[in-house]
């Protein structure tokens, strides 16, 4: 709620005396966020990227709504979360900007050029690091999480789109879309371990919760591609749906939940049988998804209608639906508990 104060100064002088030749008082307003700022700031959030409107939609989880839009730079695309150090970080393609944002004061920290078409992001609460991949030059860059100081950058290959972390940090995940591959670096020496061959242009891609499997969404080929960690290899593909965009891994049910911007559907895989078991209908043009694993729900961005919807993770099912801002994207881990 936003309350304003106002005090009357009678008869103010300004050069000429104006104001006291008139009569006329001025009037001094103050105006603030009052009320519902600590509600506002508890449970956990949801932080979506609007690609049409420039903004980021905060929401409450838990009231299921917005609570605060903030202006970024020109198309925000990617998200990422340092729970550690409760930073949010967002990614601006076009105006080239990564962005940090306080989730508990709701506001924006600092944003800093980055590249030429910084799209996918990760953090690495561990040490405190975050890395940017860059869809233009082949290049990964390497940030500090709390000054968003430069700090060092890797190659990868052409049209470097999502990013994943293994849990122990020591090895980053980048889609390739371009090569049709995946490159795993070493965030100790910054080497290329493997460039594995998945399906046709991956764009997004996840590691399971034990760092055992790593996942791309294979827009072109329109399929999943399940990597080996142990031995860097591709094992196997599961079809989808159309255009997959991201993926959520459900290490509970050992399912994967899958954006299929291409009609308007999540597919839900089981990774034991290896193969899809259903598709759920959502809006059209879904793109980023994430889950929480204690709630049991999954959360969709729906570009097309400017919303989130919500996906019981037990009975898969659609059980809600938020407005957000025109554009959803939100691509990456995009929920803070």
């Not at 002088?13 to 103050?30: D, E, F, I, K």
């Not at 004061?105 to 991949?133: E, F, M, N």
């Not at 749906?241 to 911007?261: C, E, M, S, Y």
């Not at 994430?290 to 059980?319: F, P």
Request: net charge neutral.
């Amino acid at each position: 709620m936003i309350r304003c104060i106002r005090w009357d100064v009678p008869h103010v002088a300004t050069s000429g005396g104006a104001y006291a030749r008139l009569g006329v008082a001025m009037a001094l307003y103050l105006c603030v966020a009052v009320g519902d700022a600590q509600e506002r700031t508890t449970g956990p959030l949801a932080f979506i990227t609007n690609q049409d409107e420039n903004t980021v939609s905060i929401i409450s989880l838990d009231k299921r709504k917005v609570v605060r839009t903030l202006e970024l730079g020109w198309d925000p695309n990617g998200v990422a979360i340092d729970e550690r150090r409760r930073l949010v970080f967002v990614t601006s393609t076009k105006s080239r900007e990564v962005s940090s944002i306080d989730p508990d004061s709701l506001t924006l920290l600092k944003s800093v050029i980055s590249g030429y078409g910084p799209i996918g992001i990760v953090a690495d609460s561990r040490i405190g690091r975050i890395y940017v991949a860059d869809a233009h030059d082949k290049r990964v860059r390497i940030y500090d999480a709390a000054s968003l100081g430069f700090r060092g950058e890797y190659k990868t290959g052409r049209g470097a789109a999502g990013l994943a972390l293994a849990p122990d940090g020591l090895h980053l995940f980048v889609a390739n879309q371009d090569d049709h591959n995946v490159s795993v670096i070493s965030t100790v020496d910054g080497l290329t371990l493997a460039r594995i061959d998945v399906g046709d242009a991956p764009f997004g891609v996840t590691v399971s919760a034990d760092g055992q499997q790593a996942f791309t969404a294979n827009e072109s080929s329109e399929d999943v591609s399940v990597i080996d960690i142990s031995t860097l290899q591709s094992n196997f593909q599961i079809a989808v749906g159309k255009k997959p965009f991201a993926i959520a891994h459900d290490p509970i049910r050992q399912r994967l939940f899958v954006t299929n911007r291409g009609e308007k559907s999540v597919s839900v895989v089981d990774l034991k049988e290896r193969r899809e078991l259903t598709r759920i209908t959502v809006g059209n043009n879904p793109q980023g998804i994430s889950i929480r694993i204690q709630a049991r729900e999954v959360y969709v961005a729906i570009a097309s209608s400017g919303s989130v919807s919500i996906i019981d993770a037990d009975s898969l099912k659609l059980i809600g639906e938020i407005a957000t801002g025109a554009g959803s994207r939100a691509f990456g881990s995009f929920t803070l508990e």
